[in-house]
C-alpha cells in the first residue's frame, strides 16, 4: 500500500498544482474521483493488469470517461497510462483530497462517544478542536456503547482517547511498570 501511495503522490502533487493555478480545485477532485471509481471496477482492472498495450489502456479509460474528464483530465489519463500507472487513480484521488484539504486548512475528525453529543456538545468540541487545531474542523460523530463513558477523538495522525476505558488501560499500564 505505501509503494501505491509513494507512486501516487507525485500525480496527486502535479493534479493539484496545476488545479490551483487553473482555479478549478472543486472540478479536478471530481474528475479524479470519477477516474478512480472507473480505475476500481473489476473488469477495467482486469483488462489493466491483463497486458493491454499503452494504447489500449488509453483508449479504453478514455472511451469508459468521455465527457467527466476535460481535456487537461484527459492528458492525466495519458500520462499515467504511458507509464503504466492507472492503477493508482483512487491513491492519487486520495492524495488529492488531502492537499485540498490541507490547502483549505479544514480537517475531518471523528468523535466517538458511548451516547449521542447534543449540538451545544458538538458546537463546543468543534470549537476546540479549531482553536487546538488552527483548522476548520468537520465533526463526524459515531456512537459506540463499548466506549462506557467519554470520547475518543481522530484527527489524521493524533487520537485522543478520553474514554473510562482508555484511562483505565493507561492506568493499568503505569502500575504495571
Known sequence: MSELTTIARPYAKAA?????EA?????????LVFAAEVANDATIKEYLSGGASVEQAQDIFLKVCDVQLDSNGQNLIK?????????????????????????EKTISVDVTSAVELTAEQETTLGAALEKRLARKVKLNCNIDANVVSG???KAGDMVIDG???????????????
Open 163 to 177: 474514554s473510562v476505558r482508555g484511562k483505565l488501560s493507561r492506568l493499568a499500564t503505569t502500575m504495571q511498570s
Open 79 to 103: 500520462v499515467m497510462a504511458e507509464n503504466q500507472r492507472l492503477l493508482v487513480l483512487p491513491q492519487v484521488a486520495a492524495q488529492f483530497s488531502e492537499l485540498k484539504a490541507e490547502h
Open 23 to 31: 482555479n478549478a480545485v472543486e472540478s479536478w477532485l471530481e474528475m
Open 151 to 153: 470520547l475518543i477523538i
Open 16 to 20: 493539484f498544482d496545476f488545479a490551483i
